[in-house]
């Protein structure tokens, strides 16, 4: 924990502002991506397979990156790879009408979702742990409240305004794909930039593996780090029973997407 004397202010700001841009990235899909595939030629069960497909590439994908952020320490720079990664493939949505076979238009939406997915992890999760961490060096946990309230405003004003444009554009998807970009930039800005080091307990794994040696030398066997590997993955998966749970419930609303 920081000392008391000193201002916490900017990371208050910094944590504010990661949030009002990353549900900010999250808006101009969210509740559009429908419009954008049915833009496409797809109907409903096409969509609702698109859906099912990115559920189950979740699953496995948020435990893995969480694994891949513990093991190396380097949160940060493992929240900006996701971030930029998943907007990469968002963006190769928009070549889609490109493809003349609508047959390959639904397999190569389906590859794009379920690489989005992957890629994309649990962002919100990871973001949600550095933010924790920073406030803990301030002992100031209980107002994480009021500083994810700032996603909210981003969310709430953002999609009232993209349904405006796009009944005004009369469907001009082309500018979600725009806004995402610059809204993706932001966050992972933010997140490089304004959160500190020092803040978010990132750990070289120099010295990770220095202090583990240091602690085996001194006879203390405190718990070891994850692998980050596809095993652990699966282990943590199925060590959760209510994944399992989740993962029933996500495969019924999809087939009843497809209905």
Known sequence: VVSENMDHRPAFFAISLCYFFLFLYYSFFARFMVLVY?????????????VLLGIFASIPASSFWGVVADRTGRR??????????????QTLLWFTPQIASHNQRVAYCCVLSVAFTMARGND??????????????????????SLRLWGAVSWG???????????????????????????????????????????????????????????????????SLPTASVWEVMRITC????????????AVLAMGMQH
């Open 76 to 89: 940060k720079l493992v929240l900006a790879f996701c971030l930029t990664t998943a907007t990469a493939f």
């Open 124 to 145: 919100y999760g990871q973001l949600r742990g550095m933010a924790m961490r920073t406030l803990a060096r301030f002992n100031r946990q209980n107002a994480f409240g």
């Open 239 to 250: 060590s959760r029973p209510e994944i399992a749970s989740w993962l029933l419930c996500a």
């Open 157 to 223: 004003i953002a999609h009232p305004l993209l349904g405006y444009m796009l009944d005004v554009e009369h469907g001009g998807l082309q500018f979600l794909f725009v806004g995402n970009i610059i809204a993706a930039a932001m966050a992972v800005t933010c997140i490089c930039v304004m959160l500190r080091t020092e803040w978010t307990d990132e750990t070289p794994p120099a010295i990770s593996a220095t202090q583990a040696q240091g602690e085996v030398s001194s006879g203390d066997s405190g718990p």
């Open 38 to 50: 049915e833009s496409y030629g797809l109907d409903a069960r096409e969509i609702g397979l698109i």
